[in-house]
Structure formats: C-alpha cells, structure tokens
C-alpha cells in the first residue's frame, strides 16, 4: 500500500513540474510601429458572466457564459461557452466548443479555426475552418483564406473561400447574384443534388449523395465476430500482465466484488463524474493542462480495460471454489468470464444495462483495490 502511494504521488508530481515547466513563457516585447501593447490577463464580469479577453501574449484558455476576445492574442487560444465572440486578432489557432460561435467583421484568426457549435457565423478573416455545427454563416465580409471543411445541417454562403469548400450538409444555400465566392473546388454532400448559381464556384463542383447503408447481414457478423475477439485478445493480455506484474490485484478485485459491492459501485459512479471535471478544470487553470491530458489518458485506459477488470474479479471468485488453484486455470476463467460479459452486452434492451454495470464496476473495483489495505490470500463465500 505505501508503495502504491509513493508511485501516485511520484507520478503527480511529475506532471506538475512538467506541466509548470512546458507552460513557462517569456514575456516577449515587440518593437513594431502601432503594435497593440501587451497585457497577461483577462478580465470577468460576476454579474452577466462575461469573460473579456484583452491583449496577451501567450495562449488563451477560458470558459465562461460568454466569453468575448476583443484584444490581440498572440498564441493559440482554447474557449469554451454558451457564446463565444471573435472580435479582436489571435495570431494562432482557435479552438471553440460552443452553442454560437460569432467571428465578427474586422476580426482576424491567422491560423485554424476548430469549432463545435450549433451557430456559426463568420464575418471577419480566418485562414482555415474545421467546424461541426448545425446552422454555418459565411456572411458577406467574411473571408477564408484557404480550406473550408464543414459538417453542417445548414450552411449559407455570402462570403469568400480562397481555396477548396468540403462539406457535408442537408441544406446548401448560396447568396443571389453571388460571384467568384469559391476559389477552389466544392465538394460537397447533401441527400439531394443542389442547383449551383453560375459563376459561385471558380473551380470545380464534384457532388456526392449522402446515403446511409444498410450492412448485409454477413457484414453484420463479421463485425460481431471480429469485436469478440478483439475485445477478448485485448482483454486477455490485461489479465496475462495483471497476474504475473501484479499478482495480488485478484485478490483485492474479487474482494471489492463480493465484500465491498456498494462502496465499488459508488466509487466507479463518482470517478466516472469526477475525472472528467477535475481534468476540465486542470486545463482552465492554463498552467496544468499537461496533466489534464495525463489523467484523461489514464482514464480512458482504465475504462477501455473495465471489463478485463471486472472479468478477472469474477474469475478469481470461481478459481477460489476449485481445487489446486493454478494461475492457468484463474487465467483461464478470467478470459471465459469477459466472453460471458461481452455477449450479455450484445443481448437486446439489458445489454446497455451490462455496459453500464461493468464499466461502473470495473472501474469502482479498480480503484478501491488501489486503495485497500490489505490482499487477501483467499476470498471465501
């Protein structure tokens, strides 16, 4: 146990000096003629939850109600709200995930815009746009330079594209009597082919129907069987190392199981809620999002593993009511139990049910058995 304690701490630690030492910037002046001075904070308003962010030399991480850059940004800046708005310059790229998404006219992104949002309006100069939203506006000012690569449920075209338009959409709509608004080629895909207003596109317009097909009942199989045994090799190599690396960890699992089922189940309820917001909040603070990303890796493996896990507790559970307790035959019984978990995952109506009861499980016996005290050498009815 304080071995177990010595290596979580050893690992945290770790990644905050590296976080802070990765994320340590140098003020950098600037001798430009009429460059906008530069300033290192943002400025929040309690009352109508508004996030201002003013001049900054260094990369941008806020989140908030409404979040509105108006000042000059110089590094990638990283927002998150009900509504984000782009008023000012970011000399990076900008990451938004969003319900609207406004680039304002006279405001200007030199890198690649990412967006998730359900509005999107565009008005001032991007370079590039990767965006998966509901309803996109490329108003009339609006201007990006190069690509343009939309999934959309709407999409309107009032500005320019320098280059290529590739999208996905149910509606396509361009302004009338519009000219020369796309440099490049269109590709595009709706459920219907869309009348293209002469003279829109320089380039070429290639057209492909969405479709959504339906597997034959071989692919089907094949699919099923080919999941099977991914899951179960995958799984079979967890417990192959988790018996011979870790040998009590069997011990501990099956106890948190039988012994401690409640506790187990709160345990994975609560880290399954906890993580992902301690991780959101790491990767605010701008400082620690290094170990932000380390513990959503660590937690999407250990998911990624809940049933190996949980198939290992009931394994051991059945080993223990055989005689002469071989690591082959727990091995084995382990690998039967995940088979037994993945089907009964696949049975109609209750096999979300299992997934839920194994993934909540799994993960709850995982941590407690880091945390319990003792290994049991026998785990009795």
């Known amino acids: 146990m304080k071995k177990t304690f010595k290596i979580l701490a050893l690992c945290f630690a770790l990644l905050v000096v590296f976080s802070s030492v990765c994320f340590a910037t140098d003020v950098v002046t600037t001798s430009q003629e009429g460059a906008m001075p530069i300033a290192e904070t943002s400025q929040s308003s309690g009352e109508n939850e508004t996030t201002t962010i003013p001049n900054t030399n260094s ?21 998150m709200g009900q509504k984000v708005t782009i008023s000012g310059y970011v000399k990076g790229d900008l ?29 001032g100069k991007v ?25 959309v449920s709407t999409a309107t075209f009032q500005g320019k594209v320098g280059r290529d338009v590739n999208l996905s959409a149910n509606t396509l709509s361009f302004d009338e009597g519009a000219k020369n608004l796309i440099g490049g080629n269109l590709n595009y895909s709706t459920p219907n082919e869309v009348t293209i207003p002469e003279d829109v596109v320089i380039g070429k317009v290639n057209f492909e129907k969405m479709t959504v097909e339906q ?20 799984a079979t190599l967890v417990i192959i190392l988790a018996t011979f690396v870790t040998p009590n960890f069997a011990k501990k699992a099956t106890y948190s199981m039988t012994k401690k089922p409640f506790i187990s189940a709160l345990i994975g309820i609560g880290a399954i809620i906890f993580v ?25 493996l250990v998911l990624s ?40 995952q696949q049975v109609p109506f209750v096999g979300g049910y299992i997934s839920i009861f194994t993934v909540v499980f ?4 995982f941590v407690y058995s880091l945390f319990t005290k003792k290994a049991l050498e026998e785990v009795k009815e």
């Open 215 to 234: 597997p034959s009942t071989a692919k089907i199989i094949s699919n099923y069987v080919t999941n099977f045994f991914i899951v179960v090799l995958y």
């Open 276 to 300: 992902p917001i301690a991780s959101l909040i790491l990767a605010l603070t701008g400082i620690f999002v290094y170990a932000s990303c380390a513990l959503i890796v660590v937690y999407l």
């Open 59 to 79: 990369a941008v991480y806020e989140g908030n109600t409404n979040v509105l850059l108006n000042g000059y940004v110089n590094g990638n800046s990283f927002l």
């Open 305 to 344: 593993i809940t049933i190996a896990i949980l198939g290992m507790a009931i394994g051991n559970y059945f080993a223990n009511k055989l005689k002469n307790i071989t690591k082959t035959k727990f091995i084995l019984l382990s690998i039967a139990s995940v088979a037994i978990l993945w089907l009964l």
């Open 95 to 123: 990451f938004v995930m969003a319900n609207s998404l406004v680039i304002e006219s006279g405001a200007e992104v030199t890198g690649t815009v990412f967006a998730l949002a359900k509005e999107m309006k565009i008005s």
């Open 362 to 365: 799994g993960l709850g016996i």
């Open 127 to 151: 370079n590039d746009v990767y965006a998966l939203s509901q309803e996109f506006t490329l108003a009339e000012n609006g201007f990006v330079a190069r690509d343009l690569n939309l999934s």
